[in-house]
Each structure stands twice: as C-alpha cells, then as structure tokens.
C-alpha cells in the first residue's frame, strides 16, 4: 500500500498526498534517496525549506534521512516561502525542495522539487523517474545506508528581501496604505521582512495592515487559496474599511499573490499580468538590450495581455498551463516576464522562477509612481470580459469535449494546443473559450471571454449545457 501510494501523489508538476495515509515519513524517506538518485547525484548539494503546516517539520526531516542516506548533502533553510526555495537554488546553482501543499486543505502536504538554478521538473522531465526509483526502494526495503551525506542549515531571508528590492525599487513611492491578507502562510514572514524593515532595511512609505499574519497550518481563518472568492471577502472588507489603496492576498506558500483595489474589487491576474508585462518590457528597453523582447502567457490568459505586449515592442508567445512546462518555455525562449491566469508570474531576473512576492512590488511600484487610484490603473489592463475559471464534474471527458467540438465545429476557429480553444465572433463582438481536462481529477475547466458581458455570459451558459448536460 505505501509504494501504489506513489501513484496517486506524485502529480505533473509535483506531490500533494494525505499526510496521515499517502505522503507518510516512509514514502517521503524513500523519495528523498530517489531525488539524490535521479536529480543531485550523490556527493553533490541541494536546498530544502519547508513551510509551516504541522506535518512539514517530520516530513522534511524524513526526506533528510533519505537523501543523507543516499550520498546526498542538504542546506535546509527552514521555514520559507516557495521563492525563497528557487532564490537559494538560483543563488547557489544547485537543485531545491519544498515541502508545500500550497493552497489545500491542512490534510495535506506536499513537495515540489526542482533541478540547479530553479529549473522546474515535471511528470516528463524527471518527476516520473523520482517516483519510480522510490518505489523501489519502498518495495525492496532495504537495510539502511550509513549517513554518508552532510546536513548543514542557513538563513535566506534576508539576502531574499535586498535581491528584491533591487529588482523593484519602491523607496521614492508615494506613501501607500495597503492591507495584506498572509491566510495564516509564509507571507506572514515574507511580507515583513521584504516589505517591512523587521530585517533592518530601509523603511518604505508603505503603512502596512496585517490580516492573518500568525504562521499556522489549521488555517483558522479561511483557507489560503485566493482564487477562491469567498477567501477574499475579509480582504476586501479591510481595504474598504481602513481606506486603504490597495490590498494583497497570498497563499500558503506565498508565490502567489491576488490584488484588490481601493474600491475592494478583485483585479485579475489578467491584468496584473499585462502591467507587469508593460513594466518589465519598458525595462528591458531603457538598457539598451537588443534582440526580440519575448513575453509568456498561457491561453486562458486575457485577450489583453498579448494586445498589451504588441503595443509596447514585445513579442508575445502563447503556451499551454502548467508551471514547469512555462519555465522550460522561459528559458528556451529567453523570455524576460510570464504570466498565467493562476496568479503565478515568472521572471526571468528570477531564474525563470514564479514570484509572487515580486509581482507584487510591481503593482505598488506602478500605484507608488501614478496619481491615479489602482482601479483606474488596472482598468487600462482589462478590455474584455472574462468568466473566470468554471469546473464541472465530468466522468467521460473525452465525449463531453467532442460533443463540443462538434456544436462548434462551424462556429469558430478551433486549436489543441491545450484542452480545446474555440474563438469566433457574435454580430461583430469577439470571443473565445477553452475547455481542457484537469491532470489529476476528473474535472473539466472552463474559462470563457468576450467583448461584452451579455456575449460572454451567453457562450458560457451555452458551453456549461452541454458540459453538465
């Protein structure tokens, strides 16, 4: 039983499991030996942190013994967020573990692995083979090896926060008010130390609220997922409340980060996506760099955020989803920034790594600079009107997605790329969906956008027909 647990937690892109059941010490001990087999090598160096769910200590410590065990040598950082993860790897050249189960329940946990310099891995690119190696050794249950690797421990933070901040400078911002939602994850240490001066830096003219900031992995509050709606209601309530300018929501690992603005209105990753885009192509140009200025975005992202790229001298390339895949993407393409409808932007200054954290300091560094309020700035990046991601339970995905295919067959152009993308025009009104199976449950996602809301609440209604019948 704890080898065939391999299978049902080792994901694309990482490992989420039931501590209690799947993602035991056992299973961790033997993934720890199969990821110093498959990615480190033995004698070599990687990095581990975890963040502060209950189990992540046992758990940490269980994949120590295994890839000690194995020849490996370990760094642990301690309590982290995700990028502080991919900011030792990227600092050091060496590969990462972080023991996360990002925004699930506290049932969970979980690992994403990376390779030296925060390259991601996927089920293609090495996940499969670190899960295969640790069933072997699960289901030959060796004699333990003698410890032969070395375990040392390091602080990053604050290295973390003046890399930051030398990316984005926010000193000469206009004085902010902004309230900042932790959910009870890693940003209630990140946001102090990069934001905050707790590290000694220089103070910030930003007068920061903290909502939820106590590090716990119950979740007391509300889960730390903000695509969620319902785990922003406190958010935007505080914005409105204290009169702030803008308002800031991570999950639990902190690598993502949703925006509010001063009306308590959610901005869409779209949008953050498309500002940041602005920002960062403006960069590139003022240095004088040459060659094509390449921008990520995925599919599901809006109509805006290639509009947005064009307008101001960048190229931009259109992906499938999924995180590794995006890095991968980053790097063979030279990519300077990415951006996805999930709320994770990938920066090429950062190792090709998402940072949620850094997106972030984009939007204030944009708000600190402007006269205008976020709502009208954020109104610049969103032009159209999109649905938001939509799951329906769907059991035969394969004959619900050509039942669509079918009805919209004459309808519209229609490209694979990921899922099924569909885009047409009603009376002159553009729009598009897509319509993709989940990898790891049986769900169909839907997320649809056109140039009005009737259009778009029209197609989606259609769609979702025939989706849940």
């Known amino acids: 039983m704890t080898a065939d647990a391999l299978t049902r937690i080792v994901k694309s892109y990482d490992v989420r499991g039931l501590v209690a059941t799947e993602l035991t010490p056992e ?194 509050n509300h889960e730390a997922n903000p695509l969620e709606p319902k785990n922003l209601v406190d958010l935007q309530k505080a914005v409105l409340a204290q009169g702030a300018d803008i308002g800031l929501a991570f999950d639990g690992d902190a690598d993502r980060c949703f925006v509010i603005d001063e009306k308590g209105q959610a901005v869409t990753p779209s949008a953050v996506a498309a500002l940041v885009a602005k920002r960062e192509i403006m960069r590139v140009q003022a240095s004088g760099e040459e060659g094509p200025i390449r921008v990520i975005h995925n599919l599901i992202c809006s109509r805006t955020v290639p509009e947005v790229i064009q307008e101001n001298g960048g190229e931009p390339v259109r992906t499938q989803v999924g995180h590794s895949f995006i890095k991968d993407r980053m790097r063979d393409t030279g990519a300077i920034f990415g951006g996805e409808h999930s709320a994770h932007y990938y920066f090429r200054d950062f190792w090709g790594a998402d940072n949620g954290m850094l997106a972030a300091m984009h939007v204030l560094a944009e708000l600190g600079s402007s006269t205008q309020p976020l709502s009208t700035l954020a109104g610049e990046f969103a032009r159209y009107v999109e649905s938001g991601e939509i799951n329906s339970v769907v059991e035969d995905q394969a004959s619900v997605v050509a039942t669509v295919r079918e009805k919209f067959a004459s309808r519209g152009e229609i490209d694979d790329l990921d899922g099924m993308t569909v885009s047409g025009d009603s009376e002159g009104v553009f729009w598009w969906f897509n319509l993709r199976a989940s990898n790891t449950e049986p769900l169909l996602r839907l997320n649809v956008e056109a140039g009005t809301n009737q259009v778009m609440e029209t197609l989606r209604d259609e769609v979702l027909s025939l989706v849940r019948g």
């Open 27 to 220: 299973v961790t001990r033997a993934l720890g030996a199969a990821f110093i087999d498959v990615v480190v090598g033995t004698g070599n160096e990687f990095v581990l942190g975890h963040d502060m769910r209950e189990s992540s200590p046992t758990l940490a410590k269980a994949f120590i013994e295994g890839a000690l065990s194995a020849g490996g040598s370990v760094i642990n950082i301690g309590l982290c967020s995700t990028d502080m993860v991919y900011f030792a790897s990227g600092t050091w050249a060496i590969p990462a573990v972080m023991f996360t189960a990002s925004h699930n329940p506290a049932s969970y946990n979980g690992i994403k692995f990376c390779k030296r310099s925060a390259q991601g891995i996927s089920m293609n690119t090495g996940l499969a083979d670190i899960r295969d190696r640790a069933r072997e050794y699960l289901e030959s249950d060796p004699a333990p090896n003698p410890v032969s690797g070395v375990a040392s421990e390091r602080t990053v933070l604050a290295e973390y926060a003046q890399y930051l901040r030398a990316l984005v400078s926010l000193e000469s911002s206009r004085p902010l008010r902004v309230v900042v939602d932790a959910a009870n994850g890693m940003a209630g240490l990140t946001v102090p130390g990069v934001l905050g001066n707790d590290l000694g830096g220089e103070l910030l003219p930003l007068e920061i609220t903290e909502m939820y900031f106590e590090l716990d992995g119950s979740f007391p």
